[in-house]
């Protein structure tokens, strides 16, 4: 959208804006691939750990990214 309406920027500099924005997602989804591996690989199969410790921590995380969902596109600065 930033290349079809580029407000009062240059299309150049509106498509240069558009990739960080571009490239902020992808390391955000990079990341939290990342975390669900590590999660998946390694404490789904600690058989020490109690379910309930799984559990609580899995309600944790759920809710991390619930939060960061929620948070998504507020707090960082305004291009209009």
Avoid: H, N, T
């Amino acid at each position: 959208m930033k290349l079809l309406a580029p407000g009062r920027r240059r299309r150049i500099d509106a498509l240069v804006e558009g990739g960080r924005i571009g490239a902020r997602l992808c390391l955000g989804v990079a990341f939290m691939l990342l975390l669900a591996a590590f999660v998946e690989a390694f404490w789904s199969s600690i058989a020490q750990i109690p379910a309930w410790a799984k559990y609580s921590v899995a309600g944790v995380l759920w809710a991390g990214v619930l939060l960061w969902l929620w948070r998504g596109g507020r707090g960082g600065e305004r291009a209009d």
